[in-house]
């Protein structure tokens, strides 16, 4: 950012359960690598962490909207304002929106909106979102990018049928089976050991060496 704010966002799909663990590895591995040897503690920036998820982070909170710092548990005083940590849960977004509807809001629903009715409706209620508005329907009249675009769409449903089929067979088989068939048939979509190693610890809750040895 223009005050030299260093941002990490990003987006999930499916569900992980262990993402606070993940969103704060990532952002204090950001944090540290901004000092060299030799440098003084005065070059941190301030590093800022937004997670746009498509499942429910906190169940046991209905608002869409987090924002984390580091706080003293009782008193709240700021520890340091170097890092924060933004959490967006589209599926706990409201239906309808108020009049007094602030820009998180409005934003979160342009990011989950689907209809052109309702980027039309949005655009009309922020210049900034209106901005994004026409950039995205630029990019859509794009072919090379709405080509990607559809691939990446394709991509996401092949995979996501890929471990429903694979999960819905673990249960019918046993779970030894299922991981079995799982790594098959990523496998066969030549996806990389690593990341099949992922996928069995995260869908059947095993430690890393529980799910090498099975690999």
């Known amino acids: 950012m223009n005050d030299n704010t260093e941002i990490d966002i990003e987006i999930q799909l499916s569900e992980l359960k262990v993402w606070a663990d993940r969103s704060l590895f990532y952002l204090s591995k950001m944090y540290t690598e901004q000092i060299q040897k030799g440098q003084t503690y005065d070059v941190f920036k301030k590093c800022i962490s937004i997670n746009?998820?498509?499942f429910t982070l906190f169940p046991e909170n209905s608002e869409f909207y987090s924002c984390f710092r580091i706080l003293e548990e009782t008193r709240h005083i700021l520890y340091t304002d170097k890092m924060e940590f933004?959490?967006?849960?589209?599926?706990?977004?409201p239906k309808e929106l108020t009049e007094d509807s602030n820009q998180i809001l409005l934003?979160?629903?342009?990011?989950?909106?689907?209809?052109?009715?309702?980027?039309?409706?949005?655009?009309?209620?922020?210049?900034?979102?209106?901005h994004a508005y026409q950039?995205?329907?630029?990019?859509?009249?794009d072919k090379e990018k709405r080509l990607e675009y559809e691939a990446r769409e394709k991509a996401i449903r092949d995979h996501n049928q890929l471990m429903y089929e694979a999960e819905q067979r673990g249960i019918q088989k046993g779970v030894q089976q299922g991981i079995q068939q799982l790594v098959s048939t990523l496998r066969d979509f030549s996806i990389s050991d690593e990341i099949i190693l992922q996928k069995?610890?995260?869908k059947f809750h095993l430690s890393k060496e529980e799910a090498k040895k099975i690999l």
Do not use: C, G, T
């Open 52 to 54: 746009i998820l498509d």
């Open 200 to 202: 069995i610890q995260e």
């Open 86 to 93: 933004h959490v967006l849960e589209p599926p706990k977004l």
């Open 135 to 141: 950039q995205l329907q630029l990019i859509s009249q």
């Open 107 to 130: 934003w979160a629903k342009f990011i989950n909106a689907e209809r052109k009715e309702e980027f039309e409706m949005l655009a009309k209620k922020d210049v900034y979102i209106d």
